[in-house]
């Protein structure tokens, strides 16, 4: 995605895109680095913006190219781009020369530093980095190579609450994430103690699950998300289900 131009002995570089219809397309001003594409077109790199200032931008062939900024520093490159628009790179945080810090780059929340959506240390400097569409983030940095996993949350509620004993009641589990629900078909199971009242599938992000057994008293119902090769296995906080 680099072609390379000579001027005035100067070697320099040129962002572009090819593709069997459309053949041969530049973007960006000389001195552009693309380095990633996602399934829409949407391209993105590092580009000279104003003042030779060299920031990550987005690139679509409809709107053309976006200056994404930095992290408060002079110099900032996206390197990775997901299906849902997100894009990971690294950035400069002051004025100064010092660490590259990671960022994730989102339309509704603009740039954020790892140090604050990962917690990832002041001292850490990120040198490569790449995002999938379950908005887990593969990093690699001074201090070794990490994985960033979206936490997953969950709101569990009953259809009635208190119940009699022997009345069916209906528990549902809604689960979610930075980057939204986990696929449909994921198995939530649905605790009291030591007993297993049951597992529910996922569909559009809630498990639901009905059940008659609870006992007489205050039962502390948990739900437990069983993970996959992108989330990790959760146990949430317990659900009192009062039944008299």
Not at 9 to 25: H, I, K, R, S, Y
Not at 100 to 106: R, S
Not at 174 to 186: C, F, Y
């Amino acid at each position: 995605m680099m072609p390379c131009v000579r001027w005035a002995g100067v070697q320099l570089t040129l962002g572009f895109l090819w593709t069997q219809a459309g053949g041969l397309q530049n973007f960006g001003s000389t001195g552009t680095l693309a380095f990633a594409i996602n399934d829409s077109g949407t391209v993105v790199g590092q580009s000279p913006f104003a003042n030779a200032a060299k920031h990550a931008f987005s690139w679509t062939p409809a709107g053309g190219i976006t200056d994404l900024g930095t992290l408060g520093g002079g110099a900032s490159s996206a390197l990775g781009i997901n299906n849902q628009g997100w894009v990971v790179g690294t950035s400069l945080t002051t004025s100064k020369n010092g660490l590259l810090h990671g960022f994730l780059w989102t339309a509704s929340g603009g740039m954020k530093d790892f140090t604050v959506v990962a917690g990832l240390g002041q001292n850490y400097q990120v040198y490569s980095a790449q995002v999938n569409d379950s908005g887990v983030i593969a990093m690699s940095t001074n201090k070794g190579s990490y994985l960033l996993v979206p936490t997953i949350t969950a709101k569990v509620t009953s259809s009635i609450n208190p119940s009699t004993v022997g009345q069916a009641v209906t528990f549902s589990a809604k689960l979610t994430s930075i980057a939204g629900a986990p696929p449909d078909g994921e198995a939530v199971q649905f605790v009291v103690g030591k007993t297993l009242l049951g597992s529910a599938t996922l569909t559009g992000g809630v498990a639901t699950l009905t059940t008659a057994a609870l006992p007489v008293g205050k039962n502390l119902v948990v739900a437990k998300y069983m993970g996959d090769v992108n989330y990790l296995p959760t146990t949430f906080t317990a659900f009192v289900q009062m039944v008299n």
